[in-house]
């Protein structure tokens, strides 16, 4: 378990890398929103690396639990892509996770030290698979048609996520990410 500060740490680097990606933050840019000295910091976390690291893990651990929340309280697989869905809708929309962490670093991936890339690698694959699974079960239960394999429209539909994302931002008009999903959303229905 991570202390009080660690952790303060992590919620700081989280909302600057958001803001400007792995390359625009530094120990300088933590310490003074904190009010600590840069070497508590690295008391904490020595490298940047290290820090972004226990940040990607503990975003993926956070991710990996509300998917497996989502399984097992919410039976039908229209459901589960809806409360995915409304989550990011809610975040980006009252502004409490305007984008998705890994998808910030993914745009710097080849940038990134290899453990991290490899973690962020990891977010998306596990993403695209449960999203499969979700519509593998769409299909077999009726409920949902495909053009393609689930996989494939596993990844379509996490680019749409991710790319409505990007439009909110960039627009500066959170509620585009809605009109965007839902579009998508409807699509593989019968």
Not at 12 to 26: E, H, T
Not at 92 to 100: A, H, K, L, R
Not at 114 to 128: D, I, M, S, W, Y
């Amino acid at each position: 378990m991570a202390s009080e500060t660690a952790e303060h740490i992590l919620d700081v680097a989280q909302n600057l890398v958001v803001a400007g990606g792995y390359n625009g933050f530094s120990y300088a840019d933590i310490a003074e929103e904190i009010g600590i000295r840069k070497a508590s910091i690295h008391h904490h976390f020595p490298t940047k690396a290290e820090l972004t690291l226990a940040l990607v893990n503990r975003y993926t651990a956070l991710a990996a639990d509300g998917l497996a929340y989502i399984s097992r309280e919410i039976p039908d697989p229209e459901a589960k892509l809806n409360a995915y869905l409304g989550y990011w809708e809610k975040c980006i929309t009252d502004g409490s996770q305007p984008f998705c962490l890994c998808a910030m670093l993914a745009g710097e991936i080849e940038m990134l030290p290899e453990p991290v890339a490899a973690k962020v690698r990891g977010h998306f694959e596990n993403l695209a698979a449960w999203l499969a699974q979700v519509l593998k079960a769409g299909v077999e239960q009726k409920r949902f048609w495909l053009t393609g394999t689930p996989e494939a429209e596993a990844h379509i539909l996490l680019a749409t996520v991710h790319g409505a994302m990007l439009s909110a931002r960039a627009l500066g008009n959170p509620a585009l990410f809605g009109t965007i999903v839902r579009a998508q959303l409807a699509r593989p229905r019968p």
